[in-house]
């Protein structure tokens, strides 16, 4: 497949950085979850930090920025009304940890949520994002907007997370991370032809895969500063709250990563019961779908070439049909199955793809809020949709943690999937890796990830921060 070109149509000046940028020379990044406690501070706080707000444009370098996201109570406390909210998506307004989501995301067990630290009853209603270059650059600037704060005293800290981008790229497990990335469609940035995707399964405003416009939150009764929003591109003669805005997935998910490897070791110990390195490594690349180097198991099948590799132009349908190189059932392509998700044309399982892909945007947490003496370490994972329950949730529920897919049969995801309540256990799930004369078949998995904290957000532009300023309350 090519590389082809992708000019640059839309205003990356209004939408917010890291929806195009992962901040890759940026390596510290801070959560802050805040509660509005006086609309007309906290507005007046907005006001003060929108210069530091990144945009999407690539010109402009950062040594540090801030990005900002709303939660349904958040718009409303800062005093969008009623008739205005309810234009917003149901899972938005609903939020992430209600029983219909609970059961779509597999957030029951351990997962619950009112066990997590944050997002349930601590409601994320503001969320401020740091990046910064490096920890000393990050303590002086989250010192000095943790003092805005405190001053402007129109909002309350409820939670604050740190992480970091390792280095060398690689997430807890110890597997090359961020290779596979959508690429927005007239965001300027050229990719492979199967990563390039319609600018409206990200941004709001703009057609998606389906050649249609998201459903867009929109103005149903004037309140602010009207002449900043644009009209709705479908011609209802409405204002359009949601142009160049996404919603964004927040989710803190700790990895059990001893518990991880020692499955893995158990799964491939030699017949005298010692540890076969080499057994546990293939494994857990099976699982995966990649090596510890990124490389795909679709190019090197048999083992990790080593360096660094983020090779991300290739496709199933013709370099591995039957899953003998990368497992069906694998991590990667359960949830981005390219050009082999409806098996019979490879051309439509493409298009249908696209149509749920997410931008991620995770960063790596270690040793937060946790007094245990080996620490805690996992993913603050991240990502952008224009439509919650066609991409994230449809990818969590019809592929992570489906265990009948495709060619499967009780394969759930072996890094993120849940199994169904009733088997919370997962005594009969197994893990298949495609091969000849007969397939292997790993039995028995544990859950290597944990749900700590979550939320469901509106990453709107920054065109309406500034109109949400205007709002009077």
Not at 330 to 342: E, V
């Amino acid at each position: 497949m090519a590389i082809i070109q992708n000019p640059k149509t839309i205003d990356l000046s209004d939408i917010q950085g890291m929806v195009t940028r992962g901040y890759s020379k940026l390596f510290e990044t801070a959560y802050i979850i805040l509660k509005v406690e006086d609309a007309v501070k906290a507005k007046e706080w907005i006001k003060a930090i929108l210069p530091s707000v990144g945009s999407a444009d690539h010109t402009v370098k950062y040594t540090n920025t801030l990005h900002l996201a709303f939660g349904s109570k958040g718009l409303t406390a800062l005093g969008l009304n009623d008739k205005n909210l309810a234009t917003f998506p149901i899972p938005f307004r609903e939020g992430i940890s209600t029983p219909h989501r609970n059961r779509v995301l597999g957030d029951h067990g351990i997962n619950k949520p009112d066990q997590w630290r944050w997002g349930n009853e601590n409601e994320a209603e503001i969320v401020l994002i740091f990046h910064a270059e490096n920890k000393e650059g990050m303590d002086t600037f989250l010192n000095a907007e943790k003092a805005r704060i405190k001053t402007n005293g129109g909002l309350s800290i409820v939670h604050e997370m740190r992480g970091y981008l390792p280095k060398d790229n690689k997430e807890p497990f110890g597997f090359h991370d961020g290779i596979s990335q959508p690429v927005i469609e007239g965001s300027g940035k050229s990719g492979p032809e199967h990563d390039i995707i319609a600018t409206g399964e990200f941004l709001l405003g703009y057609k998606n895969e389906f050649g249609l416009y998201p459903d867009s939150p929109l103005l149903k009764e004037d309140q602010g500063q009207i002449s900043l929003l644009t009209n709705d591109v479908n011609g209802s003669g409405l204002k359009d709250l949601g142009r160049n805005g996404t919603f964004m997935v927040f989710r803190q998910m700790e990895q059990h990563v001893d518990k991880f490897w020692k499955a893995m070791e158990q799964h491939t110990l030699n017949q005298d019961g010692t540890i076969n390195e080499t057994a546990k490594i293939r494994l857990a690349a099976k699982c995966v779908g990649r090596w510890p180097s990124g490389a795909a198991l679709v190019n090197y099948p048999n083992e990790d070439p080593g360096g660094s590799h983020e090779n991300n132009d290739f496709g199933y349908a013709d370099e591995d049909p039957d899953g003998l190189k990368c497992p069906f059932g694998s991590h990667l392509r359960k949830n981005n199955p390219r050009d082999a998700f409806r098996f019979y044309d490879k051309n439509k399982s493409l298009k249908a793809t696209k149509r749920h892909r997410i931008i991620r945007r995770g960063r790596t947490y270690q040793n937060s809020e946790t007094n245990n003496d080996k620490g805690e370490i996992g993913l603050q994972f991240i990502c952008f949709n224009a439509n919650l329950e066609m991409q994230f949730e449809f990818i969590q529920h019809a592929w992570a943690n489906n265990n009948q897919s495709g060619k499967l049969s009780n394969d759930t995801d072996v890094i993120i999937g849940v199994q169904p309540e009733e088997n919370p256990s997962n005594e009969s799930g197994k893990f298949t890796i495609q091969n000849e004369p007969v397939n292997e078949i790993y039995c028995g998995w544990e859950q290597f990830v944990t749900i700590k904290g979550g939320a469901y957000l509106f990453f709107p532009s920054i065109t309406f921060i500034k109109f949400l300023t205007t709002l009077n309350k």
